[in-house]
């Protein structure tokens, strides 16, 4: 137990100093490994970091809370939508996700003072500037906040949202969740970046190849397990 609670509290200080973290979550999941980092201290350093040494999708994680005050929809509800007028979506439906039971992407993102959106300095830009956002509508209206966002991003863009579920772990065990979760109990803003490890064999990472490139790099390596029993006792 002793040994648990020190790599929670590891983990927690790193993300807290701009560290990247390691999080697997789960053999009956997906089976993938994120780097994750607090979106606040993203520089292009850590989207290199990602690119590089990742390989998956880069894209923004927050909670349910910050969805809600900025009216960020799923894009599976928006689908649904409108979908009469553009039939395809009918056609796209994600109803066979093997691991889940609904996406959890939301928009795609540009911060309005990038470029092309795309490369290191101009995604990290636009995660950094959304944790500042989150702070400063942090006490505003939905309509203010809303407008904010507007003012400062663009969409279509080069960052994808992932919106984690109201009640976080309890309905959901994803990286978006296990993110957030973490984010909360190191009490930083809840936006977090990340990227799925990439294998050389056309996969994702393994587990044991994780926990290897984790101590190599002297980064923290966390199951979603650990992550729920300690999301639990923090809750009390």
């Not at 973290?21 to 009956?28: F, G, M, N």
């Not at 509508?137 to 966002?149: H, S």
Request: proline share 3%; net charge negative; charged share 30%.
């Amino acid at each position: 137990m002793g040994e648990f609670i020190e790599k929670i509290e590891k983990a927690i200080a790193d993300l807290q100093n701009g560290k990247f973290i390691l999080i697997y979550d789960d053999d009956s999941r997906e089976g993938e490994t994120d780097l994750v980092i607090a979106s606040e201290f993203a520089t292009h350093d850590s989207i290199k970091t990602m690119r590089r040494d990742g390989g998956g999708l880069i894209f923004l994680m927050i909670s349910n809370e910050v969805a809600i005050k900025l009216k960020l929809p799923f894009l599976a509800d928006m689908y649904s939508e409108i979908d009469n007028k553009y039939p395809v979506l009918k056609e796209l439906v994600p109803n066979d996700i093997p691991y889940d039971t609904k996406s959890s992407f939301s928009l795609y993102i540009n911060h309005r003072e990038t470029f092309t959106g795309i490369t290191d300095i101009d995604r990290s830009l636009t995660m950094r500037k959304f944790a500042e956002l989150v702070k400063r509508t942090e006490n505003l209206n939905d309509g203010q906040a809303t407008r904010m966002f507007g003012k400062e991003f663009r969409s279509p863009g080069h960052v994808p949202i992932c919106v984690a579920t109201e009640k976080l772990l309890d309905v959901r065990k994803g990286h978006t969740e296990l993110v957030i979760s973490m984010m909360k109990m190191a009490n930083l803003t809840p936006a977090g970046s990340g990227c799925e490890i990439m294998s050389d064999n056309g996969r994702a990472l393994s587990k044991d190849n994780a926990k290897k490139y984790a101590d190599d790099h002297g980064l923290t390596f966390l199951k979603g397990n650990e992550i729920v029993e300690a999301w639990k006792k923090w809750l009390k």
